[in-house]
């Protein structure tokens, strides 16, 4: 199994700045995925991140509002720009597991407040 | 589109009774997944049983099995002897088999085990 770890845990933060949050994998993987869960709610996949290309935007999820980086096979980073208080949710890092399709490690999340 | 359904918000068993969760999907693929993932309240992610849609045998991991009935649309976990740490939100979710990477997740069932 992959063992993913997040930064920050949590942060409070103040509308119209942003936020990076970090994710590392203990092992090289092909596809990282980024979830939003707001309070309460289900997960609703933010984008797919492949090493080497650009990051792969679901519906009602724009580049500009959610740049990702992935610049090695290890690690990832979600920057979410322009924060307002709709923002506020549990973000979470995934990683496919590549033997069992459509598996996937889920990091242990970062959230975040916007006041 | 792929959606998957789970209509009970929240659901309560005594410590060593047995309890379902139930959830419906609707996908047009013919070869697709089928995960029950689970979120303690410290929030990590963990797989808690992965069903192929092509096996007709339902898949059991010791104490969770699930009720797979295809032609309903039907993917409903069971969980015997349930204990105390079973307490969490549980969440049925739907990957095709020509893997994007995209986890479609239902709603979430919360169920509190009761000593």
């Known amino acids: 199994s992959a063992v993913i770890s997040q930064k920050p845990s949590r942060d409070i933060c103040q509308r119209g700045t942003s936020l990076t949050i970090q994710c590392q994998v203990d092992?090289?993987?092909?596809?990282m995925f980024w979830y939003r869960q707001q309070p309460g709610q289900s997960l609703t996949l933010i984008a797919t991140?492949?090493?080497?290309?650009?990051?792969?935007?679901e519906s009602g999820f724009v580049i500009d509002k959610f740049p990702i980086s992935r610049p090695n096979l290890t690690f990832s980073t979600l920057t979410v720009s322009n924060m307002s208080p709709e923002d506020s949710s549990i973000y979470l890092c995934?990683?496919?597991?590549?033997?069992?399709?459509?598996?996937?490690?889920f990091g242990p999340g970062t959230r975040l407040t916007v006041t | 589109a792929q959606t998957v359904t789970q209509s009970q918000p929240e659901m309560s068993v005594q410590e060593a009774e047995t309890v379902t969760l139930s959830c419906t999907y609707d996908?047009?693929?013919?070869?697709?997944?089928l995960f029950w993932y689970k979120q303690p309240p410290s929030r990590q992610m963990i797989l808690v049983i992965r069903?192929?849609?092509?096996?007709?045998q339902n898949a059991t991991e010791n104490r969770f099995s699930v009720n797979f009935q295809k032609a309903a649309k039907s993917f409903s976990l069971k969980i015997s002897d349930s204990q105390l740490g079973d307490t969490a939100m549980y969440f049925c979710?739907?990957?095709?088999?020509?893997?994007?990477?995209?986890?479609?997740f239902g709603q979430g069932t919360t169920l509190q085990v009761k000593p």
């Open positions: 995934s990683v496919e597991r590549e033997d069992r399709v459509g598996e996937q490690y």
């Open positions: 092992s090289q993987v092909t596809m």
């Open positions: 991140a492949n090493q080497g290309s650009e990051a792969t935007y």
């Open positions: 996908t047009s693929e013919n070869n697709y997944y």
């Open positions: 069903q192929e849609a092509y096996k007709q």
């Open positions: 979710a739907l990957s095709g088999a020509w893997y994007t990477g995209k986890l479609i």
